[in-house]
Nanobody, 124 residues
Framework: DVSCRRLGEGSVQAEGSLRLSCSAP????????VAWFRQAPGQGRTFVGV????????RYADSVRGRFIISRDDAKNTVSLQMNSLKPEDTAVYFC?????????????????WGQGTQVTVSS
C-alpha cells in the first residue's frame, strides 16, 4: 500500500509551507517513478510534480514550479513534497502515485499505485 501523509497541520495560511510524505513498504522507490497529483473540489486529478527513477530529475506543473520541491530519501524509502509560498488555489486533496515505468509521466492513468490522498487547505 502507498501511504501519503501530511507533516503538520493540513490548514495553513497563504504564503505558508507544508510538507507531504509518501511511503510504500512494499515498493522500493529507488526503482520506481513517483509523482504527486492533486484534486480540487469539483475538478479532476491534476499533475503536480514527479521524481524520476534516477532520483535526480524532477518535473513540475507550471502552477507550482519554483514553489514546490520533490525529494527522495532512499534510506527511508520516502518521497516528499515540500510546498512553499502556498496559495489558496493550492487547496486540494493531494495524492502520491507510483509507477514501474522509467518515465516522468504527467498523466494519472500511467500510474499503477496510489496513496489515499491527504487534504491541504490554504486560507487567504
Amino acid at each position: 500500500d502507498v501511504s501519503c501523509r501530511r507533516l503538520g497541520e493540513g490548514s495553513v495560511q497563504a504564503e505558508g509551507s507544508l510538507r507531504l510524505s509518501c511511503s510504500a513498504p512494499g515498493l522500493t522507490f529507488s526503482s520506481k517513478t513517483v509523482a504527486w497529483f492533486r484534486q480540487a473540489p469539483g475538478q479532476g486529478r491534476t499533475f503536480v510534480g514527479v521524481m524520476s527513477m534516477n532520483g535526480v530529475t524532477t518535473r513540475y506543473a507550471d502552477s507550482v514550479r519554483g514553489r514546490f520541491i520533490i525529494s527522495r530519501d532512499d534510506a527511508k524509502n520516502t518521497v516528499s513534497l515540500q510546498m512553499n509560498s502556498l496559495k489558496p488555489e493550492d487547496t486540494a486533496v493531494y495524492f502520491c502515485a507510483v509507477t514501474h515505468r522509467n518515465s516522468a509521466a504527467t498523466t494519472a492513468s500511467l500510474y499503477d499505485y496510489w496513496g489515499q490522498g491527504t487534504q491541504v487547505t490554504v486560507s487567504s
